[in-house]
């Protein structure tokens, strides 16, 4: 089982990522504000974050990642041109997804994820 760290504004859908989540076997723990986010994952410790950005919470994510090192981070947001925007400020990303996504390619995007960071699935 994989811990993992949802952040989302959205409170319904974070609820619902988390659902589909933890019917997969994983421990979830949702925080809904990206500016807050690097302290929880700095307690917490997940395998894995599943972020939705917006362009404004860029300058929050360089000190998220670097709380946590090299745990992949799946990138949500509402429109491709968010990635670009979000890109040029915080590098590259492990992995992205168009919202809204279906629950089976959040799935298996994660599982994807954690087997390349060697975390398992």
Same mark, same amino acid.
């Given at each position: 089982?994989?811990?993992?760290?949802?952040?989302?504004? /959205?409170?319904?859908?974070?609820?619902?990522?988390?659902?589909?989540?933890?019917?997969?076997?994983?421990?979830? /723990?949702?925080?809904?504000? #990206?500016?807050?986010?690097?302290?929880?994952?700095?307690?917490? *410790?997940?395998?894995?974050?599943?972020?939705?950005?917006? #362009?404004?919470?860029?300058?929050?994510?360089?000190?998220?990642?670097?709380?946590?090192?090299?745990?992949? =981070?799946?990138?949500?947001?509402?429109?491709?041109?968010?990635?670009?925007?979000?890109?040029?400020?915080?590098? #590259? =990303?492990?992995?992205?997804?168009?919202?809204?996504?279906? #629950?089976?390619?959040?799935?298996? *995007? $994660?599982?994807?994820? $954690? *087997?390349?960071?060697?975390?398992?699935?």
């Amino acid at each position: 089982m994989s811990r993992i760290l949802i952040i989302d504004d /959205d409170p319904q859908l974070g609820r619902s990522l988390e659902r589909v989540l933890q019917h997969e076997g994983h421990a979830c /723990d949702l925080v809904s504000d #990206p500016r807050t986010a690097a302290d929880a994952a700095a307690e917490l *410790r997940p395998d894995a974050v599943l972020i939705e950005l917006h #362009p404004d919470d860029g300058p929050t994510l360089p000190r998220l990642r670097d709380s946590l090192g090299s745990v992949p =981070f799946l990138y949500m947001a509402g429109h491709q041109g968010a990635y670009a925007q979000l890109g040029a400020i915080v590098g #590259p =990303f492990d992995d992205w997804l168009a919202k809204p996504a279906a #629950p089976e390619e959040i799935i298996v *995007r $994660l599982r994807t994820a $954690l *087997r390349r960071a060697g975390g398992g699935a």
